[in-house]
């Protein structure tokens, strides 16, 4: 028995042995070794550059953001096989200089943001760590109003930082960090494949215009799961923009476990689509104090097809004119674009043209939504063809007062003609659409009621209405 205790000693120390050895073999590049100062004022920009590049030259392996310090810098590129690893209590910061940031989000397209830290054409890239990335988003702002700040006048170059873009991208991985203070969009992720977003928590300043949380633009088989998402505008928008149109659909996108909060939309897919939007679920996620919950808000040729939404609670309220969005909890759309003057106008329509038409948004399913809000659920698109096989299968909605905004109004913006339909508060309002299902559902009222609040159901222009055992009464006004 003693020898045998003594050989099972000798297997186990050789195995601890053979761990140690198998760790102290891997490639760590520590910043600081390349002379990085964690200070909050040195800029760090050559010394985080180096070691990614040694890292990417040595064929992979971990660059090390060390923890205890606050490592400002100027745009760094990714480069391929490198995990940029943020320690606890470490801090990424971005440099407050506007005359730094010289490399377009955009291409040509110079009016919507430049990049921070960025990545084109690579491969098996992390982001990881318990640590933050900071994009001292405020530093760029105007002046601070009651929900929002002005931005700085901007015509056909806006300095403002993307946090994160990656640009090509496939197997990427960004896990377990806290993203904070975009400036504009927080991560961008243009044509990429097999992406895995988890277990991030993304605090924008709710107040930042612009402020995204995850942007899914062009990409495919997409996973995001378990993050908690703050953001002033969109947390999580699926999009096809015209600058990258060569990456093709965007497709195969799940996001599951998600917490989030948003003063535009929560969920929200568009409104920049000039190609396909399709196979794509959301499920098991919470909207908190949002002005609208879910939006499919589709505005120029290309299409939205085949989305699920299962297992979802919504809880939304009115906010100012400054963001799109009128409380509604559910919002499905397809409206030509409007023209005009915007500092981008010329990249929102096909080239040579200042009109479109709208794509159709079809196949649409929403169930076992738990819905919270000063508006009901509103449909509409420009033709009947355009808005098709939308099902709601116990969809409830308890819709209440909370904010001194007049409601009766639903926000049909970006779109060609008039911006608001204005009128009546539905629980769920259908205008100009085909083959809808209402099923299993219900609506009740608060004790305040307004004026403007109406109907169960109310529609327009709608073919093959379809509902079954959807329960509510009429709003009484107070």
């Not at 003693?2 to 140690?20: A, D, E, H, P």
């Not at 760590?28 to 964690?38: E, P, T």
Request: hydrophobic content about 35%; aromatic content about 8%; overall charge negative.
């Amino acid at each position: 028995m003693r020898k045998k205790n003594t050989l099972l000693l000798l297997l186990l120390v050789g195995f601890l042995v053979s761990c140690q050895s198998n760790k102290s073999a891997e490639k760590v590049f520590n910043i600081a070794d390349y002379g990085a100062k964690g200070d909050s004022l040195t800029d760090n920009v050559e010394a985080i550059q180096k070691a990614i590049d040694a890292c990417n030259k040595a064929g992979g392996g971990q660059v090390v953001v060390p923890s205890g310090g606050v490592y400002m810098t100027s745009p760094i590129t990714l480069a391929s096989f490198v995990d940029l690893h943020v320690e606890a209590n470490a801090k990424l910061l971005a440099n407050p200089k506007e005359s730094v940031y010289t490399k377009s989000a955009f291409k040509d397209n110079r009016g919507e943001g430049m990049m921070w830290i960025s990545g084109e054409n690579i491969e098996d890239v992390s982001i990881s760590g318990q640590g933050e990335i900071n994009g001292n988003g405020v530093a760029f702002m105007g002046k601070e109003l009651s929900d929002s700040y002005e931005l700085k006048p901007v015509h056909q170059f806006d300095p403002r930082p993307h946090l994160i873009t990656i640009i090509g991208g496939k197997n990427i991985r960004i896990t377990n960090i806290n993203i904070t203070n975009s400036a504009y969009w927080a991560v961008h992720l243009v044509g990429c494949n097999d992406v895995v977003v988890q277990g991030i928590t993304l605090l924008n300043n709710l107040k930042v215009r612009n402020g995204d949380g995850i942007d899914i633009d062009h990409s495919k088989n997409v996973r995001i799961s378990d993050c908690h998402i703050e953001s002033g505008d969109d947390c999580i928008c699926l999009k096809n923009r015209r600058e990258y149109e060569e990456w093709g659909a965007c497709e195969n996108i799940t996001v599951t476990n998600c917490i989030m909060t948003s003063r535009s939309c929560a969920i929200k897919i568009g409104s920049e689509n000039m190609d396909r939007i399709s196979h794509v679920v959301f499920d098991n996620c919470i909207i908190r104090a949002s002005n609208r919950g879910i939006g499919i808000q589709n505005r120029d040729e290309g299409v939205v097809e085949n989305v699920v939404f299962s297992n979802i609670t919504i809880d939304c309220k009115f906010f100012s004119d400054v963001w799109w969005g009128k409380s509604e909890p559910i919002y499905v759309t397809a409206y030509p674009r409007k023209a005009g003057d915007h500092k981008d106008a010329g990249w929102r329509f096909p080239k040579g043209t200042t009109e479109c038409n709208v794509g159709a948004v079809t196949n649409i399913y929403f169930s076992n939504i738990k819905c919270e809000s000063e508006n009901g659920v509103f449909v509409g698109g420009d033709s009947k063809e355009k808005i098709k096989n939308i099902s709601f299968d116990q969809v409830d909605l308890y819709i209440f007062k909370r904010t001194d905004f007049v409601g009766g109004i639903y926000d049909k913006r970006p779109c060609d003609g008039e911006q608001f339909v204005k009128g009546t508060t539905a629980g769920f309002y259908f205008d100009t659409a085909s083959d809808i299902v209402v099923r299993n559902s219900s609506v009740r009222w608060g004790d305040v009621r307004p004026s403007y609040f109406g109907e169960v159901l109310e529609q327009h222009n709608v073919d093959n209405l379809t509902t079954f055992n959807l329960m509510g009464k009429k709003a009484t006004s107070n």
